[in-house]
């Protein structure tokens, strides 16, 4: 297997592959760095109506898997909590002010084979705003577990049944 990166983001050397720990990784010839590759972290956001629907948004035309539906989510970005994450983002997708509850479900993606991600689903509860799609959605829409429209990532599907089964 070749590395998928071929110089150190610390200096710039060339990185060769070894194996440590059983894993193949880049290692820099100048610094001696190892490039490890770790997952991106999401979050998501579960919000549900009073009759029991999850609040969904259509990805919109510039995003990656466009014209399908998610659970509203997003990256973390360097030196974020998690949780002022999931406030932000869903800001910025759908206009509401929003509550971060407990962890309802962590689950690795592995859908997309050019970036690992580990995705963290909160239940939340609006606390203000008026849903309106916002920089990276469409439509919101809101649905019921049982009956989800065409989702953009697997993982929304197993949420999607942790919470039927709930």
């Known amino acids: 297997m070749a590395l998928r990166f071929n110089f150190c983001p610390l200096c710039g050397g060339r990185l060769y592959a070894e194996h440590i720990h059983g894993l193949e990784r880049g290692v820099c010839s100048a610094c001696g760095r190892i490039n490890f590759e770790n997952p991106i972290v999401?979050?998501?956001?579960?919000?549900?109506?009073?009759?029991?629907?999850?609040?969904?948004?259509?990805?919109?035309?510039?995003?990656?898997?466009?014209?399908?539906?998610?659970?509203?989510?997003?990256?973390?970005?360097?030196?974020?909590?998690?949780r002022q994450a999931i406030v932000r983002e869903i800001k910025e997708e759908t206009a509401l002010d929003i509550e971060c509850g407990e962890v309802?479900?962590?689950?690795?993606?592995?859908?997309?084979?050019?970036?690992?991600?580990?995705?963290?689903?909160?239940?939340c509860a609006i606390v203000g705003g008026t849903p309106t799609p916002g920089d990276d959605a469409d439509e919101i829409g809101w649905f019921y577990p049982s009956l989800p429209p065409a989702l953009a990532f697997p993982t929304d599907y197993l949420v999607l049944q942790q919470l039927n089964n709930c």
Request: glycine fraction near 8%; charge should be negative.
């Open 104 to 123: 309802f479900a962590v689950h690795s993606n592995f859908h997309n084979p050019k970036q690992h991600t580990v995705g963290i689903w909160f239940n």
């Open 42 to 82: 999401g979050v998501a956001a579960i919000i549900k109506d009073e009759q029991g629907r999850i609040l969904m948004v259509k990805r919109s035309a510039d995003t990656t898997y466009a014209g399908l539906w998610c659970i509203p989510c997003g990256y973390v970005e360097y030196n974020e909590d998690i």
